[in-house]
């Protein structure tokens, strides 16, 4: 088949799909059926290209990749599909016929927002990368009908409003109807043992949900695989009483609906903070149930048999939130397989590898045990007995050392602690960055490490560099092709050859001038959505990730009032324009995290009533951060964000797409930071405020604020300034919240970092004056981002945990 169609075929097919699913032309469609058409289009493309490329990995017998991760968080797929295949020209090409192009049917699209943050667009670049780089690979998620909320700021305040994403974004789903698996709830567990020994479990009274899968299509670049992406949505299984309701008993009929279909309406819209509720618990194991018994299917259909399992599939959990398929693959291996423990145990461990994203204790997974046995019957039993055996084997390991088990132990005092079983059961768990996989067997897994030793590692975060820097920024694309040729798209890591042109003039203006041009379109984007202006000649400072204390918004907050009462101070004291840019979603129950939104909203709007100072500094809170805002806004940006009180943020992965566009990280050490400090050298990089062991000692010895305040008049007027507050409400709460004299302050410590921020920024801002200087060290980010490339990733998972091989021999 033909995977690359020229225009005039392209433009065959896209009438061919107004015809039959709109019953319209081209010259009267409308831009949304123009979009769904090019859609279905592509989609028959990848269809094709991936039926071919399954063949060929059943063929070559290769292993497989299922990624399980509970949110993949997509954003659009029209634009990232035609540069993937290239096709993007011979479209255009066709829809100039049709009196239209595709940066207009672009916007048409929503944004498959099915995740939170980091976690869940993680997952999306690694299947992008998974595919480019040709390994079999299959995710699976929830096919949630609410993504992520939208937001509105309405007063300062934000307001969650549903995120419709299915029409529209449906056209990139293949209900699989012949795929269907069942998933049990609740009920009563019966063993029966019988005389040769097994024991049969029968289960009564249970609540059964179908799962029914709809898969969508995932490219690479430059490649020969084509991807899937399975979502699994809930649906009642006796779906509708039909019997009933041709009887007349329309109500009974309806009441007879188990609801089951709540399940996978809406996405939780926390992270980095877990809910322990009983519909979460549900979600949790609908999809680990439904996943597993795909690939155990899957399996059987290619090789026949169940033993060589772990030589032909990896699992990896995303996170603790699938981790029930490790007590759900023993449940299918004994129950329905009827193996033995022993060998059910070495199938699972050598199958299974997890991914933790986090050491804040309020993330950290766990269940009540009441509701879990409740909800949960049978997959209870197995977790007590995987408990119990692993407990005698610490046990052996350190005798009498009650504490230590008692801290591994996946139940202990009424808890189910997924962390634990995660651990437990796999053959590798990873950390995300050095720093944090440092911190986690040093403290939050440090009694495992010492049982097993060979156990951890780490694999530092990736972005998809095509998306968030070739496709999103074609003026910096080009550029790179121009100087380095086009080989980094495909190997990254041959951005490092750009540092050769770290003295040309010309490439230094050239970078210059498209930074510029990219704040004039971000300028021109902003003003026609929301009518207000922002000044591409002033500094573009960006902030943009979920709102978290830890994260410290507040922290820059306090950097920007202390400008402006210096401004206040002084009207004509000479400073670079700044424009200050957040974005950023509050959890909607996060109340402090909502009063930091309506602090800088607050801060903005009186910045603004002021004609003179707000020619110098300016505060812009974006509504509705997501992928397709950030994919406009990160080409732009100057100054990158990255705060976190050191020990706290996992990784990051924003800091990577600012990176490879140019952008200079103000950053503590933290995170993916402290790599981004040795690739790029530290004349490249911003450095501030306490390290990871500081904050701990800091920590130990007693955090008091008060003192950082007493010792710095400027931190004073800071702080002081919130009690009157802005735009005519106070913020006493929050000064309250940075001092709190006896109770706990701030355990983000903002103040024992602020006299270091503000310095650090003020020298870092100083360097903007100097053209040369700041587009030099710009260009030494770009070509030290390579390494923060998710294909760099995705070698490391697949050589080192997943002992996976690309598929070879077929065409492209
Ligand atoms: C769990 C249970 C119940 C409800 C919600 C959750 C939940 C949901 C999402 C818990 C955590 C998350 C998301 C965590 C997350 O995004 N972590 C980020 O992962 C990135 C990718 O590794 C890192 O770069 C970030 O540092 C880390 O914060």
């Known amino acids: 088949m033909n995977y690359k169609p020229n225009a005039r075929e392209v433009g065959e097919s896209i009438k061919q799909k107004l015809a039959r699913y709109f019953g319209t032309a081209p010259e009267e469609a409308t831009k949304d059926q123009l979009y769904k058409a ?25 292993k497989r990749i299922y990624y399980m991760s509970i949110e993949f968080l997509l954003g659009r797929s029209l634009k990232t599909n035609l540069h993937n295949l290239e096709l993007a020209e011979a479209y255009n090409e066709a829809l100039a016929e049709y009196g239209t192009d595709l940066d207009s049917l672009y916007e048409c699209e929503p944004d498959a927002g099915l995740g939170n943050g980091g976690l869940g667009r993680l997952a999306a670049c690694f299947m992008d990368s998974l595919t480019s780089l040709d390994y079999p690979a299959c995710g699976f998620s929830l096919c949630y009908e609410y993504g992520l909320f939208k937001q509105r700021i309405i007063d300062g305040v934000q307001i969650e409003i ?27 567990v019966r063993e029966n043992w019988r005389e040769d020994g097994r024991c049969e479990i029968t289960y009564e009274d249970c609540e059964e949900i179908e799962a029914v899968p709809y898969d969508m299509m995932i490219s690479g670049y430059d490649c020969a695989a084509v991807n899937q992406l399975r979502l699994w949505k809930a649906r009642d299984i006796h779906h509708f009483n039909m019997g009933l309701f041709t009887q007349g008993q329309y109500t009974k009929a309806l009441e007879k609906s188990t609801n089951a279909e709540i399940l996978t309406k809406s996405l939780y819209p926390s992270d980095n903070h877990i809910e322990g509720k009983l519909l979460r618990l549900s979600q949790q194991y609908f999809l680990a149930s439904a996943s597993t018994q795909s690939i155990v299917r899957d399996h059987m259909a290619v090789y026949g048999r169940i033993d060589t399992l772990p030589d032909k599939v990896s699992i990896h959990i995303n996170d603790t939130h699938p981790a029930l398929c490790i007590p759900e693959l023993m449940r299918i291996l004994i129950d329905d397989y009827t193996l033995d423990w022993d060998t059910a145990w070495d199938i699972v461990t050598r199958t299974v590898s997890y991914t933790n994203h ?80 440092q911190i986690l067997v040093d403290t939050v897994f440090k009694d495992f490490y010492h049982m097993y030793h060979n156990r951890f590692d780490n694999v530092t975060n990736g972005i998809a560099h095509r998306r968030w820097l070739c496709f999103s920024n074609p003026q910096l694309a ?60 002033s500094v573009f400072d960006v902030q943009i990730k979920r709102l978290h204390e830890y994260k410290r918004q507040l922290l820059n907050a306090l950097n920007i009032i202390s400008l402006y009462i210096r401004l206040k101070d002084n009207p004509n004291f000479q400073m670079q324009p700044m424009t200050f840019l957040f974005g950023a979603k509050a959890a909607p129950g996060y109340d402090m995290a909502k009063r930091i939104i309506k602090l800088i909203c607050c801060l903005s709007e009186e910045i603004e009533k002021d004609p003179v100072i707000r020619e110098k500094l300016r505060v812009v809170f974006l ?10 806004l990160i080409p732009s940006a100057e100054i990158s964000e990255q705060i976190s009180l050191a020990g706290k943020e996992a990784s990051g992965t924003g800091c990577m ?23 790029v050298g530290e004349e490249n990089i911003s450095i501030f405020g306490l390290n990871a062991k500081e904050v701990e000692a800091l920590w130990l010895s007693g955090y008091r604020s008060v003192l950082f305040y007493g010792d710095n008049a400027i931190l004073r007027r800071v702080v002081d300034s919130l009690n009157i507050g802005f735009n005519g409400e106070s913020f006493s709460d929050i000064a309250g919240y940075l001092l709190a004299g006896y109770g706990i302050a701030d355990p983000y410590m903002c103040l024992a970092d602020f006299e270091s921020y503000r310095l650090a920024h003020l020298s870092l801002t100083e360097k903007y004056a100097d053209k040369d200087l700041w587009n030099k060290m710009s260009l030494k980010n770009i070509a030290a981002a ?24 077929i065409k492209k």
């Open 623 to 632: 509504e509705d951060y997501n992928v397709s805002l950030a994919e406009k």
């Open 38 to 62: 090019c859609a279905m289009s592509v989609k028959d493309i990848l269809t094709q290209k991936r039926s071919d490329f399954r063949t060929q990995v059943n063929r070559e017998g290769k």
């Open 358 to 437: 986090t050491v804040m204790p309020e993330a950290l997974e766990t269940w009540q045990e009441d509701l879990f046995r409740f909800r949960l019957p049978r997959i209870y039993m197995i977790l007590k007995e995987i408990n119990e055996r692993f407990c005698k084997q610490a046990w052996e390991a350190f005798p009498g050392n009650w504490n230590r088990i008692s801290n591994m132990s996946i139940i202990s005092y009424g808890q189910i602690k997924m962390a634990n079983l995660s651990v437990i059961a796999s053959h590798t768990v990873n950390g995300v960055s050095k720093l944090h996989s």
């Open 162 to 188: 549903p995120d419709v994403w299915l029409p529209g974004g449906e056209v990139w789903l293949v209900p699989r109807t012949d795929r269907i698996f069942k998933v049990r709830f609740g009920g009563t």
């Open 478 to 537: 080009g550029l790179l092709d121009e100087c380095i040729g086009t080989q980094y798209r495909k190997d990254p890591k041959t951005l490092s050859e750009f540092i050769k042109f770290a003295d040309d003039k010309t490439v230094l203006d050239r970078l210059g001038e498209i930074k510029y041009n990219n704040k004039v379109a971000f300028a021109n984007y902003y003003n026609r959505i929301t009518g207000r202006r922002i000044d591409p000649n």
């Open 786 to 809: 390579g390494h923060f490339a998710a294909d760099r990733s995705i070698r490391e998972y697949a050589d080192r945990i997943w002992k996976l091989k690309p598929v070879d021999g």
């Open 657 to 679: 797409k600012l990176m490879i566009n140019g952008a200079m990280t103000i950053g503590t050490l933290d995170g993916a930071n402290v790599e981004m400090l040795d690739a």
